[in-house]
């Protein structure tokens, strides 16, 4: 039990399609993210919320859409995605923002491959 | 900005020996988080160690040590007795002490394998 649960594992999906990644915890956090990990590149934050509300963008293109209707869920909605989007999509979550000794707690990820 | 290097892309070690993977880092801050986790091939990211920027004194986990020379910005892992679970990703990267930002930046990764 990882305390960060992700689904699906695994998502292939063409590029008009429109499907969501799904992250659950249960961990009483209050704050989640959402990071990319391609191959040969480090990881990427793309998302932040902190009681449910979006406190960082890093400059992620529009077809990745997150949405966090509480502080134990929080999806990312794709849409009209393109090759490049392929990687391990993962979703972590911690006590609290702004906090410097804050532990982030990792799911096991979504690996994504868009055809 | 930060950035977090890795140099050693990949590393290994023998069973039982002991490893150092490296890792230096950028940044004009003077406080702030450095991590270490490991991702094994489950995907999932594991917490291995922490230093404290202020703190001079080396933290350790078990058969989990870090090198933090402040001055030079390095951080480097050391894993002692090394075992075949010890096998992995491992990433290091820094916190920003910045109200509000989240952003933990990593670096590239070091692949290590253990032999038997």
């Known amino acids: 039990e990882t305390g960060v649960t992700q689904t699906p594992r695994h998502l292939v999906m063409g590029m008009t399609n429109k499907k969501s990644l799904k992250c659950e915890q249960h961990?009483?956090?209050?704050?989640m993210y959402w990071y990319k990990q391609s191959a040969k590149k480090p990881l990427e934050l793309m998302f932040v919320y902190n009681f449910k509300e979006q406190t960082e963008n890093n400059s992620v293109p529009s077809r990745f859409s997150p949405e966090c209707p509480n502080s134990s869920h929080l999806f990312l909605h794709l849409h009209t995605l393109q090759p490049e989007d392929s990687a391990l999509y993962l979703c972590?979550?911690?006590?609290?923002?702004?906090?410097?000794?804050?532990?982030?707690?990792f799911g096991q990820g979504t690996r994504l491959t868009v055809v | 900005a930060q950035t977090v290097t890795q140099s050693q892309p990949e590393m290994s070690v023998q069973e039982a020996e002991t490893v150092t993977l490296s890792c230096t880092y950028d940044?004009?801050?003077?406080?702030?988080?450095l991590f270490w986790y490991k991702q094994p091939p489950s995907r999932q990211m594991i917490l291995v160690i922490r230093q404290e920027a202020y703190k001079q004194q080396n933290a350790t986990e078990n058969r989990f040590s870090v090198n933090f020379q402040k001055a030079a910005k390095s951080f480097s892992l050391k894993i002692s007795d090394s075992q075949l679970g010890d096998a992995a990703m491992y990433f290091c990267?820094?916190?920003?002490?910045?109200?509000?930002?989240?952003?933990?930046?990593f670096g590239k990764g070091t692949k290590l394998t253990v032999n038997p």
């Open positions: 940044t004009s801050e003077s406080d702030y988080y």
């Open positions: 990267a820094y916190r920003s002490p910045q109200g509000g930002s989240e952003k933990l930046v």
């Open positions: 961990l009483g956090h209050n704050a």
């Open positions: 972590a979550s911690s006590t609290q923002t702004g906090a410097l000794n804050t532990e982030a707690f």
